[in-house]
């Protein structure tokens, strides 16, 4: 066992006995007294008692001779007594009312004997009161000059220990002084006294420590024991307590973690507070202080987190800024918006909206526009058809691509944002298309539906479906691509239809025009170039349109236009290929 140990042990050891020997003076001191005061109410007069007993027996000699009273008659009633007083006689009346001279004087010292007693009861419980009183100022007189039971000075107990007993304490211990590290991880590290050339330094630190106690109060440390923390007189080298320090495994940069702040985070379906992290990011001047408070207290052990050593989060769980983060973002997730792109949807729900609300460092919470028009163009990317090349069965069998056109699903993204972010800010919850800048016949296989108009530019021939059945077919002859101007592919979509116009091309400077074609059934789909009937060609189809082909139209028959016209309307999907 060390001297500290040792040195530890004997001042608990001799504190207890001093605790027992004390409370045995007192208890003693109270038992004696009182067996004195029983004593006393106990011992008879012994002179008293000589005086009653010559008394008693100077009359039984005078009974014996038969002297100093009258004659008895047994049949009187009254006895009559020398000094003419009468008492009726007890047997006769059956009362308890013969009394002598000598009852009075029992009955009398009856009365005078209470009274007696209780001033002795009074006597012995101020002769206590006065002894409890004594005890209590000499104890407190102890005390002036010895700390209270129980008492702690930097963790070690100096119950009713006088000032020179703490200095030799405390003085023993810089002998073998170590300060233990506890860290937050678990680990520990040590300072050794040794190293940083630890000495003790006699002065009025523990004597000013006992100025302190107020010795009239000693007893309230029996239940509340004192536990001072202090400075003490020691002196150290403090440059190699630095170096001590920056060698230490816990200061290394790569052993440190960065603290993190408690922020909300999405949790099912509802942003929950998350709790910080301290980390293990030393804060070197809080860490120095600590350990310096610690040398000069002669304290065994540094609890790191408990001293705030380390880099504490800007905001912890319990931060109302946090909350107030919490439940403005939580504030968004009252919407679910319900995408219809029939047969398939699409959902924005809380588990979506989350992901568009963030919360900075200084929990700012900011809604996210950008991540929205983001995920509208996720959608477009996924839906939108329009200007896509898709790849088609024709009506012969051949699988072509056919890219261009003016046809297909295309999403109005800026007015989808506005309608989405209107939803998102009043919580509603609702089911609807996007909002559209163009529209298709449908999401499922080929955007352009079951009723279309297939133009096959290689073949010059025509095929009308309606409801996934042709109608009609017949040959065409398109645009004449010797002359620039073949009918360009793509998929289009009609844009209206009229009966008995002329068509016209280029106006020359003259105000006429270039040529003039009178047509019956005008069907336009891809600005000026659409379907009508050309009764001014006797035969269609085969290579007529390379070398004779029209200005870009698609030249119907007569016979078969009126047909063709009846059978689409504004709208109607045009596709074309070759």
């Not at 007893?219 to 440059?239: C, F, N, Q």
């Not at 408070?293 to 987190?305: K, R």
């Not at 946090?322 to 009252?334: I, Q």
């Amino acid at each position: 066992m060390s001297s500290r140990e040792n040195s530890r042990e004997d001042i608990e050891r001799s504190s207890e006995e001093i605790l027992e020997e004390t409370m045995k003076e007192i208890y003693d001191g109270l038992q004696g007294s009182s067996r004195e005061d029983t004593q006393e109410e106990e011992e008879p007069d012994m002179a008293s008692l000589q005086e009653l007993a010559e008394e008693l027996g100077e009359e039984g000699q005078e009974e014996e001779d038969g002297s100093g009273a009258e004659p008895f008659d047994e049949d009187d009633s009254v006895i009559r007594l020398d000094d003419n007083e009468e008492f009726y006689d007890r047997e006769e009346d059956g009362e308890d009312s013969f009394m002598t001279d000598e009852d009075e004087t029992e009955e009398e010292e009856k009365k005078g004997g209470s009274g007696k007693g209780r001033k002795k009861a009074l006597t012995i419980l101020l002769v206590i009161l006065g002894v409890l009183v004594l005890a209590y100022l000499g104890m407190a007189l102890f005390f002036t000059r010895h700390f209270f039971f129980y008492t702690k000075i930097n963790g070690t107990v100096f119950s009713a220990q006088t000032v020179s007993a703490v200095e030799s304490y405390m003085e023993g211990q810089v002998e073998d002084y170590e300060l233990t590290l506890e860290e937050i991880d678990g680990g520990t590290e040590s300072i050794d006294g040794d190293d940083i050339d630890l000495t003790y330094v006699d002065g009025d630190g523990v004597d000013e420590l006992l100025k302190k106690q107020n010795p009239l109060l000693w007893i309230t440390a029996l239940w509340d024991h004192p536990d001072i923390e202090a400075s003490v007189g020691v002196e150290y080298d403090k440059d190699k307590l630095s170096e001590v320090i920056a060698g230490l495994t816990c200061m290394l940069p790569e052993e440190q973690t960065a603290p993190q702040s408690a922020r909300p985070v999405f949790q099912d379906t509802e942003f929950v507070i998350q709790d910080e992290v301290i980390g293990s990011q030393i804060d070197t001047e809080k860490f120095t202080e600590a350990v310096n408070t610690a040398i000069s207290g002669f304290q065994s052990t540094l609890d790191m987190e408990a001293e705030s050593c380390y880099v504490m989060p800007a905001f912890t769980a319990d931060s109302p800024e946090v909350a107030a983060a919490r439940d403005a973002m939580n504030s968004y997730l009252g919407a679910n918006i319900t995408y219809d792109f029939s047969p398939y949807t699409e959902v924005v729900d809380s588990s979506v909206i989350s992901q568009w609300v963030t919360v900075d460092d200084s929990m700012n919470v900011t809604f996210n526009q950008d991540a929205v028009r983001a995920y509208i163009q996720e959608l477009a990317n996924k839906y939108d058809t329009y200007g896509k090349t898709r790849t088609i069965v024709t009506s012969l069998g051949n699988t072509v691509e056919v890219s261009g056109g003016s046809y297909g699903w295309q999403i109005d993204q800026e007015a989808e944002y506005n309608a989405l972010t209107a939803n998102i800010q009043n919580a509603e919850t609702v089911t609807r298309e996007p909002q559209y800048a163009r529209r298709a016949a449908s999401h499922e296989g080929n955007d352009y539906g079951s009723s279309y108009v297939e133009i096959d530019l290689t073949n010059q021939h025509v095929w009308v479906y309606v409801n996934g059945q042709c109608v009609v077919e017949t040959d065409c002859v398109t645009g004449d691509p010797t002359q620039g101007n073949g009918t360009p592919q793509g998929v289009y979509s009609l844009a209206y239809k009229q009966m008995n116009t002329t068509l016209r091309g280029p106006k020359l400077p003259d105000g006429t025009y270039e040529w003039e074609s009178p047509v019956t059934y005008w069907m336009p789909f891809n600005g000026g170039i659409g379907l009508h009937d050309a009764n001014w060609r006797s035969s269609f189809g085969g290579t007529i349109y390379q070398g004779n082909g029209s200005h870009g139209c698609v030249n119907l028959p007569p016979s078969v236009a009126g047909t063709v016209y009846d059978n689409i309307q504004a709208g109607t999907p045009v596709v074309c290929h070759y």
